[in-house]
């Protein structure tokens, strides 16, 4: 869904966009897409794309399993995140919330992306693809934070919340075209999670070593080590850009607090 550059349309043409061609499971997905060319050489640029659904298909080479029952027997059982899953059936379907675009300057429904939730997929993206709740992903953040079940070493979550872009840069540096409402300068990237670097070139009073991440229909969590601030923020509005609601949600929550 970039419209920056022609290798985002070769994307499109091949039939990934908000989705991917019919018909391709996982393995067939990453084989298509590795036919594609790459938008830059590795390691001189950032950019927004499949990578993390790459990944899911290296746990399943690795794994010996499908991508769906490696991520349930082991981040979602051990998380008690039982209602985090790929599809959403019928005896749930009235626990969904309504997907939202602007247009026009109005809000609509959007059924059209929001119904791909009721449908399980034949590719289960390690980039996306999972429905949960506000409940469920706060097991999920909390674990970041190290508290209940531990499914990662301590040193593991701070290794993959540093920066790991080349030489120190921040996404200003290396971003290969825009993504989103908010400020890239200041930010890093580590293994998942963008990484606030300096707080000041976005006017936040966030702490140096926050990470983050917003979705597509104007979700945002992040979690900050420094304070023990966690936030997990829901809506179900495209763009994420309608409102600047994830850098005014900051400014809210970091000026109420006393220490």
Known sequence: FMQHHPVDAAYRAAGFDFGSPPGLDLAGRCDAVAALPLKFQPGTAWGYGVSTGVLGRVIEVISGQRLDVFVKENILD?????????????????????????????????????????????????????????????????MLQGHGPRIL?????????????????????????????????????????????????????????????????????????????????????LPSSTYPIRAQLRQLVYSALLD
Request: hydrophobic share 40%; charged share 20%.
């Open 78 to 142: 051990p998380l008690g995140m039982s209602d985090t899953r790929w599809w959403v059936d019928a005896p749930d379907a009235e626990r969904v919330a309504t997907l939202y675009a602007a247009v026009g300057g109005e809000l609509v429904r959007f059924d059209q992306l929001g119904e791909v939730a009721f449908r399980e997929p034949l590719a289960h993206d390690g980039g996306g693809d999972l429905i949960s709740t506000a409940a469920d992903y706060w097991q999920f953040c909390r």
């Open 153 to 237: 070493a301590p040193r593991t979550i701070e290794l993959m919340t540093r920066n790991h872009l080349p030489g120190g840069q921040d996404l200003g540096a290396l971003n290969s075209g825009g993504f989103a409402e908010t400020v890239f300068d200041g930010i890093g990237f580590g293994l998942g999670f963008a990484v606030t670097l300096d707080p000041r070139p976005s006017k936040s009073a966030a702490s140096v070593g926050e990470f983050f991440w917003g979705g597509l229909a104007s979700t945002a969590f992040w979690v900050d080590p420094q304070t023990g601030v966690s936030a997990t923020f829901y809506t179900q509005l």
